[in-house]
T-cell receptor
Framework: AQTVTQSQPEMSVQEAETVTLSCTYD???????LFWYKQPPSRQMILVIR??????QNATENRFSVNFQKAAKSFSLKISDSQLGDAAMYFC?????????????FGAGTILRVKS | DVKVTQSSRYLVKRTGEKVFLECVQD?????MFWYRQDPGLGLRLIYF???????EKGDIPEGYSVSREKKERFSLILESASTNQTSMYLC????????????FGSGTQLSVL
């Protein structure tokens, strides 16, 4: 079974600084997708960034980027120039191809606090 | 933009009650999901559906059932609510495309007393 581990229950960052959230996963699949979702206090889950396992290049979305190490099964999220609005719970998620649907497995989450 | 609507934001029920959580999406998505979210455990998949009247068990289906009579609506049913089912319940939907993201509702915080 696939598992996703986020070893940091909580992280803090100063506004304008950079922070990295860790994620590791376990799978025997060779083709899959990885995601980072953000859940602000409103509870609405928002997709931050996604990575396709067959792509060598790390995904980037504005201030958000990932460090994808396929051999190490590691998928960390880097947030640059942190803003107060980045404060949220962040979930790492793994999805593998299935005959139907796109079932995601989530990690336990990391609470990110941003200090002004 | 896709909208996934959960009928209640907060719900309080008593043990033994039958509870219905409703979810509606407006983008004609094939796939719909029910997750529960608990501190330290993240999101765990209860059930999902990839077509009308089709359902598949997720990782923690015990004590739950689902219904999908129409494509846009996916209901989660707690046959006899118990205190250990107190949790945040999140509904999500997605299309069938391989790289499609999930769209989530705002969640229902259920308390079973």
């Amino acid at each position: 079974a696939q598992t996703v581990t986020q070893s940091q229950p909580e992280m803090s960052v100063q506004e304008a600084e950079t922070v990295t959230l860790s994620c590791t996963y376990d799978t025997s699949e060779s083709d899959y997708y990885l995601f980072w979702y953000k859940q602000p206090p409103s509870r609405q889950m928002i997709l931050v960034i996604r990575q396709e396992a067959y792509k060598q290049q790390n995904a980037t979305e504005n201030r958000f980027s990932v460090n994808f190490q396929k051999a190490a099964k590691s998928f960390s999220l880097k947030i640059s120039d942190s803003q107060l609005g980045d404060a949220a719970m962040y979930f790492c998620a793994y999805r593998r191809f299935m005959e139907y649907g796109n079932k995601l497995v989530f990690g336990a989450g990391t609470i990110l606090r941003v200090k002004s | 933009d896709v909208k996934v609507t959960q009928s209640s934001r907060y719900l309080v029920k008593r043990t033994g009650e039958k509870v219905f959580l409703e979810c509606v999406q407006d983008m004609d998505h094939e796939n719909m999901f029910w997750y529960r979210q608990d501190p330290g455990l993240g999101l765990r998949l209860i059930y999902f559906s990839y077509d009308v009247k089709m359902k598949e068990k997720g990782d923690i289906p015990e004590g739950y059932s689902v219904s999908r009579e129409k494509k846009e609506r996916f209901s989660l049913i707690l046959e006899s609510a118990s205190t250990n089912q107190t949790s945040m319940y999140l509904c999500a939907s997605s299309s069938d495309r391989a790289n499609e993201k999930l769209f989530f509702g705002s969640g229902t915080q259920l308390s079973v007393l």
